[in-house]
């Protein structure tokens, strides 16, 4: 175990702990960016937040990992290997599931249209039991590395056409556009915003802006190669498995690596290809 809130290691069942990471698992970012300008105001749940669903649904996960079947019944649903796209199956789980007696689950993805034309996409639309506020959800699994000054505009994902500054204001812009959906009107708005944040390996100690969660764990990138570390199987993203997936790397790819022992992450990129739109790694979110 580490010093930080990690508890999805603790669970067996790989995607046991993939649902307790989707929940407890802090956003990548603690506050919005003053270099974004915000056209529809939206919220981020703080670390603390995360902390109390997870224990509020430790009981729940607990039971899933002795008898997982339910979650993977439930998503079996997921035709698709995208992992944006698992992520928010494994956040549908929760938001419906019976143990989570926070939320009520309205409706999960919800398309506005207005005449022929399609306006945008609601993920989750919630009751807070607590409030009994109608609250909008936007969930997002993101990888983005930072370059450089590591200033907003500097974070670039796996495939560089998506930035962190392109979703944060994709969020700004589009997503948290609406104020009523289903003859309802929405009271708060929500982005989760999850996955992984990493930093350049030789960091000529640039000071990490203010905006980033320093409260979850960062992982590096680089094209030097590490000893000890293993190549991470495609969901694996989300949370490694318990036991060590394959061996320790001896041929190097495009991909993310991980050692067991320290939980370190580290997203290994071909020099030739750290400016080049054409990656050979996925994007989660397409």
């Known amino acids: ?23 407890a698992s802090p956003n990548i970012i603690q506050t919005v960016p003053q270099a974004l300008l915000v056209h529809h105001h939206f919220e981020l749940h703080d670390t ?13 996960l607990d039971e899933l990992d002795r008898n997982p079947t339910p979650l993977i019944t439930f998503l079996q649903q997921l035709k698709s290997t995208r992992l944006g796209l698992r992520f928010e199956y494994l956040f549908w789980f929760w938001l419906q599931d019976e143990a989570n007696l926070d939320y009520q689950l309205i409706q999960h993805s919800i398309q506005i249209i207005e005449g022929k034309h399609t306006r945008g996409e609601i ?14 959800w936007e969930v997002a699994l993101k990888y983005y590395l930072g370059e450089t000054d590591l200033h907003l505009a500097r974070w670039y994902g796996l495939n560089r056409s998506d930035t962190l500054f392109r979703k944060l204001n994709h969020f700004s812009e589009k997503q948290f556009q609406f104020t009523q959906v289903l003859d309802r009107n929405i009271e708060r708005k929500w982005a989760v915003l999850k996955g992984q944040l990493y930093i350049p390996y030789f960091r000529h100690n640039n000071p990490l802006p203010s905006w980033i969660n320093s409260k979850r764990r960062l992982g590096q990138w680089g094209h030097h190669i590490e000893k000890g570390l293993y190549r991470l199987q495609r969901q694996e993203w989300i949370c490694p498995d318990l036991q060590q997936s394959s061996p320790a790397a001896k ?36």
């Not at 993920?123 to 909008?136: A, M, S």
């Not at 320290?262 to 290809?273: D, E, G, N, S, V």
């Open 251 to 286: 041929w190097w790819c495009n991909g993310l690596y991980h050692d067991i022992d320290t939980q370190k992450f580290y997203m290994y990129r071909q020099a030739p290809l750290l400016f080049s739109d054409n990656s050979l790694c996925f994007d989660t979110n397409t």
């Open 48 to 60: 603390q937040f995360w902390q109390q669903q997870f224990i509020a649904f430790e009981t729940r």
């Open 1 to 23: 175990m580490t010093d930080y809130f990690e508890p999805w290691l603790k669970y067996r069942h790989p995607i046991v702990r993939q649902l307790a990471f989707c929940i």
């Open 123 to 136: 993920d989750f639309l919630v009751l807070n039991r607590t409030t009994q506020q109608i609250e909008h």
